[in-house]
């Protein structure tokens, strides 16, 4: 078992969890939820430690947020797609062409930029870190969502015989 399908058991990531995850409600709101959650830590300006309140609901639903959609079979909105191909990918990397670790490894490397500058901007109520941290994490997300999409339907025409 590799490593990210320890982190995808640790964190209660069951076949059912996976399809529940991958309906596009759950991945839009997830979305939805970063520029709520800035706002309700920024809020500690405004309402003092009040702000831990909205944090704490943020949090609870995202951690809710898979558990609160319909599980889905057949992917066939992008944002499903891209969540069905990173469950495969978990479950084998190996299967992934090299081009697409390349990919990976430039969001994981946008994705720590960002959130260095998301948490500096956070910290010293700096707008431009603020914005442009969460810009590289958004970007870099739907651009990791966008190649695990290909690499499922790659894989799913490779199974039908469609690719050579």
Known sequence: MNVLQRYARAVGMSEDAWRRHANPWSVWTRF?????????IWSRVWIGWWAVLPVALLVLWLWLNPRAFAPIDTPTAWSSKGIFGEHLWVQDRS???????????????????????????????????????????VYGQLWRIDRLGIFYDQQVASNRGDQP
């Open 32 to 40: 939805a939820a970063i520029p709520l959650l800035i706002l309700a």
């Open 95 to 137: 299967a992934m062409p090299a081009g697409f670790g390349v990919v990976q490894r430039f969001w994981a490397v946008g994705a720590l930029t960002g959130a260095a500058l998301l948490v500096w901007g956070l910290t010293m109520l700096a707008v431009w870190p603020t914005i442009f941290g969460a810009t590289f994490i």
